[in-house]
């Protein structure tokens, strides 16, 4: 069994999107309970640090982040996204929570090069892959998978990266980052039609983009089957140095926000073709990072399987 490294932060509980919103502090809470109950492997829990600005800026220009952080409230919530269609809500505790939730890719990257640590998960919200380079939206302000890769690229030389997002919805931030970037690949497979809209199999950027999109009532069986034949075979062939992972939970079938039917143990065999890709390729290196995910009892089961996973390879 291998070590896995936790990085989270109490400050990611204080970020609050409103009553009834689906993105809310109690999904960090189970996961952290749920991680704290595995017995089966020897897990380390760390302290996410504040992501710097320059970090930030690898992806997001310094102007766009200031803007953001300018219109957190001092009370109350603001939308923003246009009325009345606003779902990506600032509150006056946002800053540190979308600092903490980035800083915990940079530590993590740090762990892998640094430590020679293998295996890292960051437990954080807000998540992040629907951020694009200008624009948040989907719950997410800062792409923190893309950030950790530019990092990885510009710290320590990292030439090629794969990210692989399993989240049911498809993550148009990471896609558009990475879009013209040959050194990192991108795979999503994820529900459609189904918010954002995005990621067609014709979007391939140049080359680097494989997506994946399946149909409502989809089962375990056949995601895994369509995400082994898309994705995961172009990922083989792409040979990364270090993998990360959008890790969102929300394809399971209790899921309230999308119709796909992963059961929680399907977690466990997605996450451990990434790491046997990751043993061959990248010296078992692999970097997770908490997405979706929006009924509790299935985050919690889920995660356990997703470490299970994680550890077992």
Known sequence: MKKIIVYTHPDCLLKDNGPNHPEKKERLQVILKSIQDISFTDIEIKDAPLAADDDICLVHPATHINNIFSLIPISGLVGVEKEPNADTFLCSNSKNAILRSCGAGIAAANSLIKDNEKRVFCAVRPPGHHAETVRANGFCFVNNVAV?????????????????????????????IFYQDRNVAYGSIHEQPLFPGTGSEQEKGIGNIFNAPVLAGTDGKNFIKILKNRILENIDKFKPEIILISAGFDAHKSDPLANINLESKDYNQITKMITEIANIH????????????????????????HFLGLSEN
């Open 148 to 176: 950790t890769a530019r990092y990885l690229q510009n710290k320590y030389k990292i030439k090629k990266i794969a990210i692989i997002d399993f989240d049911v919805h498809h993550g148009n931030g990471t896609q558009e």
């Open 282 to 305: 990248s010296q078992g290196r692999v970097i997770s990072f908490l997405e979706g995910g929006y009924d509790l009892l299935a985050l919690s089961e889920s995660i356990k399987e």
